[in-house]
């Protein structure tokens, strides 16, 4: 079955600090792999997204992308920034089932910037 | 509009009360979902609605009931629940390969 190995946390970085965090994944066939962030009392908003090898995802300077020959979609930012604190959750869908997809989630990495 | 709402915020309830969560999305998305989340745990899937048909069931007890009266309603009936399903009760829907989320419902269960 599928499955998302996600860093555990938490994680604590100052202000202007490069990030990352590790996501690795097991699947059949060709997934499409997300980045997911929860802010606290908040539901999950897409991050980004990459739906085929090689594919870079990229929003609010954040980017990860899709490496197959590693099964990692590693997330990381230049610069972090204190409202940046939050859940990030890699996750990963069945493509072949549009319309009707099972997310699988990391276990969910928390990020606290410090100023 | 590129939202999931859901109604209510928060909801206090005993294992006696009957209640309902509801969400809605105006998107035109044929599916819709609904998950759990306990604290600092991920969301887990409970049910699929595809073309407001239940697709996925995900071993959910029989105290949770969803409904979907139409293709941008779906809801969530709950009946004698017990304190351990106190947690964040999160609804999507979803276009081609992404899903959106709405803010949930925080339910405490006394």
């Known amino acids: 079955g599928n499955s998302v190995t996600q860093m555990e946390g938490p994680v604590t970085l100052s202000e202007e600090a490069f990030l990352t965090i590790n996501c690795t994944y097991t699947a059949t066939g060709y997934p499409s792999l997300f980045w997911y962030v929860q802010y606290p009392g908040e539901g999950l908003q897409l991050l980004l997204k990459?739906?085929?090898?090689?594919d870079k995802g990229s929003n609010k300077g954040f980017e990860a992308t899709y490496r197959k020959e590693t099964t990692s979609f590693h997330l990381e930012k230049g610069s972090v920034q204190v409202s940046d604190s939050a859940v990030y959750f890699c996750?990963?869908?069945?493509?072949?089932?549009?319309?009707?997809?099972?997310?699988?989630f990391g276990t969910g990495t928390r990020l606290t910037i410090i100023p | 509009d590129t939202e999931v709402t859901q109604t209510p915020k928060h909801l206090v309830m005993g294992m006696t009360n009957k209640k309902s969560l509801k969400c809605e999305q105006h998107?035109?998305?044929?599916?819709m979902y609904w998950y759990k989340q306990k604290a600092k745990k991920p969301p887990e899937l409970m049910f699929v609605?595809?073309?407001?048909?239940?697709?996925i069931n995900e071993s959910v007890p029989s105290r949770f009931s969803p409904e979907c009266p139409n293709s941008s309603l779906l809801n969530l009936h709950l009946h004698a629940l017990q304190p351990e399903d106190s947690a964040l009760y999160l609804c999507a829907s979803s276009s081609r390969d992404r899903q959106f989320f709405g803010p949930g419902t925080r339910l405490t269960v006394l």
């Open positions: 990459a739906t085929k090898a090689d």
């Open positions: 996750a990963l869908s069945d493509a072949a089932n549009f319309g009707n997809e099972k997310l699988t």
């Open positions: 998107m035109g998305h044929r599916a």
């Open positions: 609605y595809s073309y407001e048909k239940l697709s």
